[in-house]
C-alpha cells in the first residue's frame, strides 16, 4: 500500500513517462495532436491537458490549498500552447517529485475530505488509497496517449516500471 518510497518510486516514474511520451508527442504537428482519436479525451492533447489538471487537483488537495485558478476551466482547455503545456507539465512534476519528498509516513493514516466537482458532493477516501489513485490515474491516461501516439506513427520508449533507469532523479 501507499507509502513515503512508494510515492516517490511513482512521482520519479510519472516524470520519466511524461518526458517519454512528451518526447514523442513532439515529433507530431499540432494538427495530429489534437486530431480527435476515439479515446475518451479524444485528442493526444486533450488527455495530456485532462492529466495536467487531474495531478493538480489532487496535489492540491494532499496540500491542503486551492488549485490554480485555470484549473477551474474544462480538464482538457488547458494547453494554450505546446511550449506552455511542456513548461507546465515539467513543474508540476517537480512539484509532485518535491511533495513525495517531504510528505510525512504519518501523512499515509487517516483520511483525506474534499469536495467533488465530479460528484458534487464531499468525499472522504483514506489518504493511502488516493495516494495511490494520484499514479494509478496518470498510468491510466498515459496508456491512452501511449496508443493514440502509436497510431498516430509516433514511437514512444519503454514504459514499464523496471525500464525506468537506475538512479533516475534519486535524490
Known sequence: MANRDYVLLMARYNIW????????????????????????????????SHLLWGDGIWLSRFEGRDPPATYKSASTALIETWETYQQDRAALDRQILDWA???SPEWFEGDLTWYSGMSGQSATRPKKTVAVQLF???????????AMLTAAGARPDATDLQAMPDGFLEM
Open 136 to 146: 494509478n490515474h496518470q498510468t491510466h491516461h498515459r496508456g491512452q496517449i501511449h
Open 17 to 48: 513517462q511524461n518526458r517519454n511520451l512528451i518526447t514523442a508527442a513532439s515529433g507530431l504537428d499540432r494538427a495530429a495532436r489534437q486530431a480527435e482519436r476515439g479515446a475518451f479525451f479524444g485528442s493526444i492533447e486533450k488527455t495530456f
Open 101 to 103: 519528498h517531504r510528505v
